[in-house]
Each structure stands twice: as C-alpha cells, then as structure tokens.
C-alpha cells in the first residue's frame, strides 16, 4: 500500500523515525524533509470601492522590512504604493502598468491572484514527497523546479513580460528557466532554505495591487514551515515513535531482515491500532466553537473578517488540527482557505495559548466537551 495512505499529523513523527532507521541499515541517514484575519477591513478592490482614496490597508506595508525594499509610498497610486525605481527584484516593474489607472492595477491584481493559488501545488508536491520518505535535497529540487515553472506561466498572454523575465534570468542565472537547484543551493547554503525560499513571495508586489492584507498571514510561513510540520505538538507521539522503532529493530536482530517501508506501514498500524481518535465530524467542532464565541457556524466558514469571527476561525481550525487526521490543506478546504492559512491559524492558537491562561482554558475546554460528545 502507498505510504501516504498512513500519513497524518500523528503519523510524521513516527515515520520519521522509521525511515531514519531503515536508512540506517540500508545507507547513511538522509535528512526528513503561516490565519489571523484582518478585523473589520473591507476585501473589494480600491476600483470595486471607487475611489482610490477610501483605501488603506490594516497593516502597514512599509513597517515590513522585505515590503519596504521594494515599494514606495505614492499616493495618486490605486492602493497606494507603487515599485521602487532603487528596488533590486522589483525595478523592472515600475513602468510595466500605470499604477495610477485603476483598470490595469486591476488586471495585474488578478493574474496575481492566480499566482498566489499556484502556490497550493508547492504544497502537494512537498506533502506527497514526505509522504514518499523523500529527503529535502530531492523536495528542494523538485519545488524549486516547479516555482520556476510557476513564474514563467504567470506570464501567459504576456510574451513581452516573458521575454523580459526569461532575459533577466539568461543574464543572472545563465538559463532562461531560471536558477538551477544547485545555484540556488551555493546561494542560500541549505537546501531546506532552498524549500523556505520557494515558498516565499513578494510582500511589496502585493502592497501594489492591494492584496497585502489578504496574505499577510502568509509572509512568515516560509521561515517556519519545516519545524511547524515536523515538531508539531504530538504528546502521545514520542513513544509511539519508540515502540515502533524497537519493534522493526527486534524483527532485524532476530530475523536478520532488512527494515522496508512495508515494514514500516505496519508497525505504524500496530501501534495506531489501539489509539486512533473517535471520528469527530468538522461540523460538529464548528458548532461547538460557533457557540463559544457567540457567533454562526456559518460566519466561521465565510470570508467575514471581524475579529470575533476571525478568531473563532482560527480556534476552529486548531481544534479541527488537534482532534482530526486532517493534513493543513484539507483543513484549509474545509474552511475555504488555503494550506498556508491553516497553519497559521494553528499557530497564532498555540501562541496565544502559551500567553493567556484564559484563553488556554478554554480551547482545552472546548477540545475536552467534543471528545466526550462523540464517546
């Protein structure tokens, strides 16, 4: 049976473990390769809203470091700010629209819009290569690959904008695909930055074409993706780990059989066997918290971002996360959001649970009184 078909949130630690023992029969251990809403801000474009001078954005693009690099403040811009001329990655773009005419800020909002949703594959490339026991040379490479495929088709319909892009990179790079894996990797020195960065995207091109606050929650997930997915809070899971562990190892030392990934999948399932949570429906986590906050099911799952709702959200999401086998990205569909939102979701819980006392008790609260429901 495919591997991934037992891989879930409880799963990765254990599997973790078992491939670096079966690689440490069979060869030298390889390495085992952010959703706050913005409260009360509108989401219709500056052209939806009419006038450019009605919008602002909840967060400050400029008090980001990487944002500010690239932007400037220009008030007769449709959302306020426009590329810098002194900007390295986005100089190119400060005469390819007008940023002052709302119709082709507006454009150039939407093929950014396809950009961001492009992202999901990146995800499902890095979820079903885990799920594969890949290590993160060969996940770098495969996503690198792949961002720069991405880039290139963001250009479709445009060959003037394509053939700018693919001269830049003939120039920089020495290939019009763009940087190589192993250029990448003598760039940034790891290869899980090589990840990290494939993940990333221009803060600064969003403040334009006013999608700042919608990805704000994202521009941080990068830089803690890879420790977020493999040290994930699992209490039970260390142990599980260990005895999945030693039982491969006792079936090595007595049969003098090498440890596989069959072995592996059934190990996992022996020690699972007897500690699988009772199956817990999403809508019924939803009404619970729904109920808690004071707010509607319905105003959990839509794109409401007052910060009652929105922090309904999030909590939703973690219990969801903390009770289900549920991977970030069907969370994220479940929610109408994508992988990205859901760990960050996940991860402003368990800060604010780390922080407030309160609010601690009464996630925990909240996770206890499902359980018991579903017994």
């Known amino acids: 049976m495919y591997i991934k078909s037992i891989m879930n949130r409880q799963h990765i630690p254990i599997l973790t473990a078992l491939l670096i023992l079966i690689m440490s029969f069979s060869a030298p251990a390889a390495a085992i390769a952010s959703e706050t809403e913005t409260p009360d801000v509108s989401t219709e474009s500056a052209a939806d809203a009419g006038s450019a001078e009605s919008f602002h954005y909840q967060h400050d693009p400029m008090e980001n470091p990487k944002a500010a690099e690239d932007i400037v403040v220009n008030p007769d811009a449709v959302y306020g700010y426009s590329p810098s001329p002194d900007s390295v990655r986005l100089k190119q773009f400060v005469d390819y629209i007008d940023w002052t005419n709302k119709d082709q800020v507006e454009a150039g909002r939407r093929e950014r819009e396809e950009y961001h949703e492009s992202f999901s594959t990146l995800y499902r490339t890095i979820e079903d290569m885990l799920g594969q026991g890949r290590n993160v040379e060969e996940i770098a490479r495969a996503v690198s690959k792949a961002r720069n495929e991405i880039r290139l088709a963001s250009y479709d319909g445009d060959p003037e904008g394509l053939a700018k892009v693919k001269e830049s990179n003939l120039q920089t790079y020495g290939q019009e695909e763009g940087p190589t894996p192993d250029q990448l990797h003598e760039k940034y020195g790891s290869w899980q930055t090589v990840v990290e960065k494939a993940l990333s995207s221009n803060p600064g091109m969003d403040a334009c074409l006013g999608l700042y606050d919608e ?161």
């Open 215 to 375: 990805y704000y929650d994202t521009y941080d997930i990068p830089d803690k993706l890879s420790a977020l997915e493999a040290a994930d809070e699992n209490k039970s899971a260390d142990a599980q780990a260990e005895t999945s562990v030693k039982r491969i190892n006792a079936t090595y030392q007595l049969e003098k059989e090498l440890p596989s990934l069959t072995m592996a999948q059934n190990a996992i399932r022996d020690v699972m066997n007897d500690v699988q949570p009772t199956p817990i429906t999403i809508e019924r986590i939803i009404e619970e918290v729904a109920r808690t906050f004071e707010v509607t099911a319905k105003d959990i799952k839509s794109p409401k971002r007052a910060a009652q709702i929105s922090q309904a959200r999030q909590v939703a999401m973690y219990v969801v996360r903390e009770v289900t086998n549920l991977s970030y990205e069907d969370i994220g569909k479940e929610f109408g959001r994508d992988h990205s939102t859901a760990i960050y979701a996940v991860q402003q819980v368990e800060r604010n649970m780390k922080t407030r006392s309160d609010f601690r008790n009464m996630v925990n609260d909240l996770i206890k009184n499902i359980k018991v429901s579903a017994q």
